[in-house]
């Protein structure tokens, strides 16, 4: 256990290191970029005398006259006629952009293996501030909705594999079918809709975490306060979110039921109960527990983004979001390296969880 635990840490180092790279070099070749982002607001603030343009930091920056296009460096940008290319070179620094890429990507990760990740480009904020301050919301829609999906799903794929072919089968595998065809994000639309104020009832809150009145609460309030607000979206996220592991559930138990040792486990006396979770479970249980990880960090990192933005939660989905958009480069590679990293390593908790369902698995004699 021990040597393959070291192993897969060894392994989880390259392949860090290369999904890095691969989107590093993905960016240098994508149109656009932070200097052409305050181009272009240079260009709208032409036109509108009172706009702001916005620098590294949140900073104000301007530029003075002149014919060229191009800065020092040699990149020309879209959108810099009658700029000095000094204030285009002095861009290019102050974001970083003056050195090669292969120095910036160096520098990049020589600072992420000290968990130094940085300050944004048009936030006057540190990236690790960022990610605290959005944190709560993206645990809150990711950790409940796991856990719902899975309480729910696994009871029920069960329950339908024990039944399959009878009316309870067939009615819930509509409700199934339902779910796996309605994304969660038209799905919280029509909840707002319903019990959010839109039409009919006004039951919940339609945005925000909490109540603005949060802190001025009792902590049983705060609670109950916090509960009212994730009904919604978090029924929104589960209904998308069951219906595969239920299918999933149910396809691996049929698959067990029907093998020679249940036959013969059934032939000795042995009650249904025992058969069913004695021997079944572990055995089908494998295929769903190897997909936790992977379904928790799409679930916490970008299931989550339409919902936040319906309702009004500033999670990190939103926040990974708007960083690609607005080209902030510290924000989208420092949130990559940590869901990335935090990945690989659930991904290393799944496979040794598999021992716990089924412990002759042998990591030990497996080949990474």
């Given at each position: 256990?021990?040597?393959?635990?070291?192993?897969?840490?060894?392994?989880?180092?390259p392949t860090l290191l290369a999904i890095m790279l691969v989107n590093f070099a993905v960016v240098q070749v994508v149109p656009g970029?932070?200097?052409?982002?305050?181009?272009?607001?240079?260009?709208?603030?032409?036109?509108?005398?009172?706009?702001?343009?916005?620098?590294?930091?949140?900073?104000?920056?301007?530029?003075?006259?002149?014919?060229?296009?191009?800065?020092?460096?040699?990149?020309?940008?879209?959108?810099?006629?009658?700029?000095?290319?000094?204030?285009?070179?002095?861009?290019?620094?102050q974001f970083g952009l003056d050195q090669p890429a292969w120095k910036r990507f160096l520098l990049m990760m020589g600072n992420y293996?000290?968990?130094?990740?940085?300050?944004?480009?048009?936030?006057?904020?540190?990236?690790?501030?960022?990610?605290?301050?959005?944190?709560?919301?993206?645990?809150?829609?990711?950790?409940?909705?796991?856990?719902?999906?899975?309480?729910?799903?696994?009871?029920?794929?069960?329950?339908?594999?024990?039944r399959d072919g009878s009316r309870f089968d067939v009615w819930t595998s509509g409700v199934v079918i339902a779910g796996n065809a309605?994304?969660?994000?038209?799905?919280?639309?029509?909840?707002?809709?319903?019990?959010?104020?839109?039409?009919?009832?006004?039951?919940?809150?339609?945005?925000?975490?909490?109540?603005?009145?949060?802190?001025?609460?009792?902590?049983?309030?705060?609670?109950?306060?916090?509960?009212?607000?994730?009904?919604?979206?978090?029924?929104?996220?589960?209904?998308?979110?069951?219906?595969?592991?239920?299918?999933?559930?149910?396809?691996?138990?049929?698959?067990?039921?029907?093998?020679?040792?249940?036959?013969?486990?059934?032939?000795?006396?042995?009650?249904?109960?025992?058969?069913?979770?004695?021997?079944?479970?572990?055995?089908?249980?494998?295929?769903?527990?190897?997909?936790?990880?992977?379904?928790?960090?799409?679930?916490?990192?970008?299931?989550?983004?339409?919902?936040?933005?319906?309702?009004?939660?500033?999670?990190?989905?939103?926040?990974?979001?708007?960083?690609?958009?607005?080209?902030?480069?510290?924000?989208?590679?420092?949130?990559?390296?940590?869901?990335?990293?935090?990945?690989?390593?659930?991904?290393?908790?799944?496979?040794?969880?598999?021992?716990?369902?089924?412990?002759?698995?042998?990591?030990?004699?497996?080949?990474?």
């Amino acid at each position: 256990m021990g040597a393959y635990v070291v192993r897969r840490l060894l392994l989880l180092v390259p392949t860090l290191l290369a999904i890095m790279l691969v989107n590093f070099a993905v960016v240098q070749v994508v149109p656009g970029g932070p200097v052409e982002r305050v181009l272009a607001q240079l260009d709208r603030s032409a036109v509108d005398p009172t706009a702001r343009v916005a620098g590294g930091g949140g900073e104000t920056v301007g530029g003075g006259g002149g014919p060229g296009s191009a800065s020092p460096s040699g990149k020309t940008y879209r959108g810099a006629q009658g700029l000095d290319p000094a204030f285009i070179a002095q861009l290019e620094k102050q974001f970083g952009l003056d050195q090669p890429a292969w120095k910036r990507f160096l520098l990049m990760m020589g600072n992420y293996l000290q968990f130094d990740f940085g300050k944004s480009f048009f936030r006057d904020q540190t990236v690790v501030s960022l990610v605290i301050e959005k944190l709560p919301v993206s645990i809150s829609l990711g950790v409940w909705t796991t856990l719902l999906v899975y309480l729910i799903s696994i009871p029920l794929g069960i329950a339908k594999a024990v039944r399959d072919g009878s009316r309870f089968d067939v009615w819930t595998s509509g409700v199934v079918i339902a779910g796996n065809a309605i994304p969660s994000f038209l799905f919280a639309i029509l909840l707002i809709v319903l019990f959010a104020g839109g039409r009919y009832l006004d039951w919940f809150p339609l945005r925000g975490l909490v109540s603005e009145n949060w802190s001025d609460l009792s902590w049983p309030a705060r609670i109950a306060d916090y509960l009212w607000h994730m009904v919604l979206p978090i029924t929104s996220m589960v209904i998308g979110g069951f219906a595969s592991l239920t299918i999933l559930t149910k396809n691996s138990f049929l698959e067990e039921i029907h093998k020679q040792y249940v036959v013969t486990a059934r032939a000795k006396g042995l009650s249904e109960q025992r058969v069913l979770y004695g021997h079944v479970f572990r055995n089908a249980m494998l295929i769903v527990i190897a997909g936790f990880p992977a379904a928790f960090i799409g679930v916490l990192f970008t299931g989550a983004l339409l919902i936040e933005v319906i309702f009004s939660l500033d999670g990190l989905g939103l926040l990974g979001f708007e960083a690609a958009l607005n080209r902030d480069y510290p924000v989208m590679f420092a949130t990559l390296y940590v869901f990335t990293l935090l990945g690989l390593l659930l991904g290393l908790v799944g496979d040794l969880t598999y021992m716990l369902v089924d412990p002759r698995i042998d990591f030990e004699s497996r080949e990474v």
